[in-house]
């Protein structure tokens, strides 16, 4: 696992404006159905990473303006709830992500964003201008690095317990780390479970 410093990684010197995939209409990636924008290129590259063939800023396919249109259209039907970021890490494709989620705003405001970082919030908040801007039009993030020795497949959205859900504008507002309020880490599975066993 990679730990950077303070603004070390940027986006510009690293990203090239890849995707790995595009999937709509999908229930995992955060709350409802969801469309999920997957970029190319992590830095981190965390031991036991699902997605390893995300680490590559060359892999995947180049992100087009039909495949924005696409996106926009998908993420217009009422039935979709918002879109979410992933990767790949998407804050270190702030040049093709930036642009989009202004677009969401200015068109689709009803459109809630999600994304997933590698960074943790502490870590965001020392964090390059086109970081923080991207973080400024997102509505819930998953921070942190995944931590194969926290594993915990009870967790909701996440993988290892040293992840958050952080609700991102009340945390900006506050200037702390306030957890989305619908966090609901495998109580009613743990409680289902007792009842059959009983």
């Known amino acids: 696992m990679n730990n950077p410093k303070p603004q070390e990684w940027k986006s510009e010197e690293l990203s090239q404006g890849r995707i790995i995939d595009y999937k709509p209409f999908n229930?995992?990636?955060?709350?409802?159905v969801r469309n999920s924008l997957y970029v190319s290129g992590c830095m981190f590259h965390c031991e036991g990473c699902y997605n390893v063939a995300t680490w590559s800023f060359?892999?995947?396919?180049?992100?087009?303006?039909?495949?924005?249109?696409r996106?926009?259209?998908?993420?217009?039907q009422p039935y979709v709830q918002g879109l979410t970021l992933l990767g790949g890490e998407p804050?270190?494709?702030t040049g093709i992500l930036i642009p989009l989620?202004?677009?969401?705003?200015?068109?689709?405001?009803?459109?809630?964003?999600?994304?997933?970082?590698?960074?943790?919030?502490?870590?965001?908040?020392?964090?390059?201008?086109d970081k923080l801007e991207l973080l400024s039009?997102?509505?819930?993030?998953?921070?942190?690095?995944?931590d194969r020795t926290k594993r915990n497949l009870m967790l909701q959205f996440r993988g290892?317990?040293?992840?958050?859900?952080?609700?991102?504008?009340?945390?900006?507002?506050?200037?702390?780390?306030?957890?989305?309020?619908k966090l609901n880490d495998g109580k009613q599975a743990y409680e289902q479970m007792e009842r059959d066993e009983r």
């Open 91 to 93: 804050f270190l494709n």
């Open 71 to 76: 996106i926009m259209k998908d993420l217009a």
């Open 27 to 32: 229930f995992i990636d955060g709350e409802g």
């Open 160 to 181: 290892s317990s040293n992840q958050r859900i952080i609700d991102v504008q009340q945390s900006l507002a506050k200037g702390e780390v306030v957890i989305w309020a």
């Open 101 to 129: 989620v202004k677009r969401i705003r200015k068109e689709l405001p009803d459109k809630d964003i999600w994304s997933w970082t590698g960074y943790t919030w502490e870590e965001m908040m020392l964090e390059t201008p």
């Open 137 to 146: 039009y997102v509505d819930i993030l998953v921070d942190g690095r995944y």
């Open 58 to 69: 060359k892999a995947g396919i180049p992100y087009t303006a039909e495949l924005e249109e």
